[in-house]
C-alpha cells in the first residue's frame, strides 16, 4: 500500500458544482497534510495544509481531515474553469522530514 | 523575493554527458529536496537535504549526486546521462518539512531531454 494514495481520476466537474479531491494515508503518525495545485507545464503550488480534525475552509477551498479514518480531502466550491489543473496530496511524519506526495488527481472544469 | 530558482530551464544532453541543475532558495530554508516527473506522473524523490552539510537519498538516487555545503544551494549532478533521466525536475524548499505549518516552495523546473 502506498503512504499517500488518492482517487485516481480524472475527475470532470461542470462550472458551478462542487468537486471533491480524496487522498488517504497509511502511517498513522502522520499530522500534517497539503495540498497542491500543479497547472499543466507548471511547478506544484501550495494551497492549503491541515493538520487538525474537522474542516479548514480558504475562500472556496476547505479542506477535511479526519485521522481516525485517514482520509483527506479537498472540497472546492463554486469550480471554475480556472480551477482546471492537477491535484497532489500529501503528508507525512513530523520527523521524517520529507513529504510523501500521492500520485495526483487531474480535475477538468467545463464552462 | 525570488525564492526557489533553478537554472536551466531547459537542457538538451547527449548520452554520456554529465550536467549539474543548479537551485537556489533565498529564504533560509533548512530543508531542499530534488524531484522528477516523468510526464502523465507524479513526483519521484531523489535527494533531500535537512541542513547544510546533510543529505540522504530518496525513492530514485541512482544515476544522480547531490551536495549542499550552503544553505542556499543544492546542486543536482547527472553523471552518464541516460535516456531514462529525461524528465521535468523540480527543486523545493521548506522552513520546517512535514512539520505544522510547512509546506514546499517549488522551483519553476529544469525540462531535460537526453539524446
Known amino acids: 500500500q502506498k503512504e499517500v494514495e488518492q482517487n485516481s481520476g480524472p475527475l470532470s466537474v461542470p462550472e458551478g458544482a462542487i468537486a471533491s479531491l480524496n487522498c488517504t494515508y497509511s502511517?498513522?503518525?502522520?499530522?500534517?497534510f497539503f495540498w497542491y495545485r500543479q497547472y499543466s507545464g507548471k511547478s506544484p503550488e501550495l494551497i492549503m495544509f491541515?493538520?487538525?480534525?474537522g474542516d479548514k475552509e480558504d475562500g472556496r477551498f476547505t479542506a477535511q481531515l479526519n485521522k481516525a479514518s485517514q482520509y483527506v480531502s479537498l472540497l472546492i466550491r463554486d469550480s471554475q474553469p480556472s480551477d482546471s489543473a492537477t491535484y497532489l496530496c500529501?503528508?507525512?511524519?513530523?520527523?521524517?522530514?520529507?513529504?510523501?506526495f500521492g500520485d495526483g488527481t487531474t480535475l477538468t472544469v467545463k464552462p | 523575493n525570488a525564492g526557489v530558482t533553478q537554472t536551466p530551464k531547459f537542457r538538451i544532453l547527449k548520452i554520456g554527458q554529465s550536467m549539474t541543475l543548479q537551485c537556489t532558495q533565498d529564504m533560509n530554508h533548512n530543508y531542499m529536496y530534488w524531484y522528477r516527473q516523468d510526464p502523465g506522473m507524479g513526483l519521484k524523490l531523489i535527494y533531500y537535504?535537512?541542513?547544510?552539510?546533510?543529505?540522504d537519498k530518496g525513492e530514485v538516487p541512482n544515476g544522480y549526486n547531490v551536495s549542499r555545503s550552503t544553505t542556499e544551494d543544492f546542486p543536482l549532478r547527472l553523471e552518464l546521462a541516460a535516456p531514462s533521466q529525461t524528465s521535468v525536475y523540480f527543486c523545493?524548499?521548506?522552513?520546517?518539512?512535514?512539520?505544522?505549518?510547512?509546506?514546499?516552495?517549488f522551483g519553476s523546473g529544469t525540462r531535460l531531454t537526453v539524446v
Open positions: 500529501a503528508g507525512g511524519l513530523p520527523n521524517a522530514g520529507k513529504s510523501t
Open positions: 491541515i493538520y487538525s480534525n
Open positions: 523545493a524548499s521548506s522552513y520546517s518539512g512535514n512539520r505544522v505549518g510547512s509546506g514546499y516552495t
Open positions: 537535504s535537512v541542513g547544510a552539510g546533510i543529505t
Open positions: 502511517d498513522r503518525g502522520s499530522q500534517s
